[in-house]
């Protein structure tokens, strides 16, 4: 268990896809040993979200209420107050939590909007957090700048796979995604990058997404699998939902794929029953956003999340 020193076979995308078509059982069998290769398969990762910048976001991400370019009710918001990030990070500790993640609804960061990134993650890291800020793209130097401050993972997404990208978003491109994540590689943070299920891609497209993911060199720490939450009033609204099953097939692909990183099953949670979750969790799944509210989009309370770890024997990570 825990053996972090054993190289990571990196698979084909032929190899992705034959486990996508295993039958479940064998699936899950095979992420539950890839799994417990490497980790105690009773501890789960409990992170924090916290946004600090909501709405008016000049990007056209097509399953984002915070888009300036979808009427989804989120009002543009100034950006959170410092002392109010303190008391946020400071209940999230209390009530468990390891890790907080603060997210702005920007393209990217201008200059004055990180010096004041750069204060919140002092502050919570003074606390005995761990840091993770997803801010947008990053320019040169920027990177460096939060790793000065003491942040200790950058979350960037990929979203999905390179053929399906361009019907979810044309405001910024697949490269412009991987170049921000080798700035954040190259100046020493950890690494969090995952994607979303649901938008309607196939599942040649949801293994195409894991084969980048897997494809990243080193291999991200942290591998955030959300589930689409539709919103009324985003492009994606109306989207066909995903099968329950092929969300767990997605997980423990990942889980096989990734073998070294944190899996997180992430925004939909609150949509997932608690039999749902716990397939989640036997698929590999070890790490989940905690607290009542996502950004904008609400998740389970932190009581639930209590009752069903104890029903399932769980303790944080
Ligand atoms: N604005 C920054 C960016 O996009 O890089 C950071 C915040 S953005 C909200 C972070 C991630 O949240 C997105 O990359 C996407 O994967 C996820 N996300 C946003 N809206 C979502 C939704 N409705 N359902 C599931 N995931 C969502
Ligand atoms: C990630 O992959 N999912 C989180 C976090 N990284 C920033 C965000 C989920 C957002 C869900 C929609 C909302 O609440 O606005
Ligand atoms: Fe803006 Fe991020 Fe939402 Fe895209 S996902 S619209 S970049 S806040």
């Known amino acids: 268990m825990n053996d972090m020193t054993q190289p990571v076979a990196r698979l084909s995308m032929a190899g992705i896809e034959a486990l996508f078509a295993l039958p479940f059982a064998d699936l899950l069998y095979q992420a539950q040993n890839v799994h417990r290769d490497r980790f105690d398969p009773n501890k789960i990762q409990l992170s924090t979200l916290l946004s600090i910048k909501t709405g008016g976001c000049s990007e056209n991400c097509g399953y984002c209420p915070q888009s300036a370019h979808h009427d989804a009710g989120v009002d543009k918001q100034p950006m959170m107050k410092l002392d109010d990030v303190r008391a946020a990070a400071s209940a999230a500790r209390a009530a468990g939590a390891s890790r907080f993640c603060m997210g702005a609804a920007w393209r990217g960061p201008k200059p004055r909007d990180l010096e004041s990134v750069v204060e919140m993650v002092r502050e919570v890291k003074a606390l005995g957090l761990e840091t993770c800020a997803t801010l947008g793209m990053l320019k040169d130097g920027q990177a460096e700048q939060l790793k000065a401050a003491g942040l200790d993972y950058y979350n960037h997404n ?84 995903l099968e329950p099953l092929e969300f767990v097939r997605t997980i423990a692909v990942a889980r096989i794929a990734l073998p070294k990183s944190l899996v997180r099953l992430s925004a939909g949670r609150q949509q997932m029953g608690d039999v749902m979750q716990a397939l989640c969790f036997l698929a590999g799944a070890n790490s989940i956003f905690y607290g009542d509210k996502l950004l904008t989009t609400g998740n389970p309370e932190w009581e639930r999340d209590q009752r069903l770890f104890d029903a399932l024997g769980l303790t944080p990570l």
Request: aromatic letters at 4%.
């Open 158 to 241: 990929l979203d999905t796979a390179p053929d399906f990208y361009g019907d979810v978003i044309t405001t910024r491109d697949y490269q412009d995604r991987l170049d921000t994540l080798e700035r954040v590689r190259q100046a020493g943070l950890n690494v969090c990058c995952g994607g979303i299920v649901g938008m309607g891609e196939s599942r040649t497209q949801r293994a195409g997404l894991i084969a980048q993911l897997a494809a990243l060199d080193p291999q991200p720490e942290s591998v955030p699998i959300n589930l689409l939450v539709r919103v009324e009033g985003t492009p994606l609204a109306d989207a066909e939902a």
